[in-house]
């Protein structure tokens, strides 16, 4: 089972922490099916954003139309940058909902079935327009059209982009993540290990 083809909806989804990875509800957003939950889900991956922009982007490269949802996203966005996200910091979505970007997307060997595109692992992970996972800080309600705006930067910590790109490429570089506070702790933990 996966739960990677996502579909439009025309009514407020809940959306509150789903606990433990592996035995909590796994998916932020009520109704989300997750089938990989060893790799997907939990509370530093409750929530999965991907921009329309970057959509637009690879519409180019691929020579094909993408739909929001094509990439597995609960959240297809306009207007923020996804990749640029600092890691800790706060999105307010619509009037409560509050999420906070945590890390990339790693892609998998669903997302590359589901693209049906040569050596498209590698590409995604090159291009580095990964989208981000959120946790939830406040949960609440999101629908179609709810404004983002970014509510909290934190005084110390790397976008998004960066973070991937050292963690999947330059594994010398693995130290300047830990300069994220809001890091994940099983990341954190990881990092600390392959450093020490």
């Known amino acids: 089972m996966t739960g990677i083809d996502k579909r439009p909806v025309d009514h407020p989804v809940?959306?509150?922490?789903?606990g433990p990875k592996t035995t909590g509800l796994h998916s932020g957003l009520v109704g989300d099916p997750i089938g990989d939950i060893k790799s997907h889900g939990g509370d530093d991956q409750a929530v999965y954003a991907y921009a329309r922009e970057d959509y637009d982007w690879w519409e180019k490269q691929l020579d094909r139309q993408l739909a929001?949802?094509?990439?597995?996203?609960?959240?297809?966005?306009?207007?923020?940058d996804v990749n640029g996200a600092m890691i800790g910091e706060v999105w307010r979505v619509g009037e409560e909902l509050e999420l906070q970007p945590t890390f990339g997307r790693i892609p998998c060997a669903t997302?590359?079935?589901?693209?049906?595109?040569?050596k498209w692992l590698k590409r995604f992970t090159k291009e580095n327009r990964t989208g981000a996972y959120l946790r939830i800080v406040t949960p609440g309600f999101v629908q179609t059209g709810d404004p983002i705006t970014v509510v909290h930067r934190p005084d110390k910590s790397v976008s998004i982009a960066e973070a991937f790109q050292v963690y999947m490429l330059e594994p010398a570089r693995l130290a300047r993540l830990l300069?994220?506070?809001?890091?994940?702790?099983?990341?954190?933990?990881?990092?600390?290990?392959?450093?020490?």
């Open 14 to 18: 809940q959306v509150r922490r789903p």
């Open 68 to 80: 929001g949802g094509a990439f597995g996203e609960n959240l297809t966005t306009l207007g923020i």
């Open 111 to 118: 997302f590359q079935a589901r693209m049906a595109e040569p």
């Open 179 to 196: 300069d994220a506070e809001a890091l994940p702790d099983g990341m954190r933990a990881e990092v600390e290990r392959r450093i020490s």
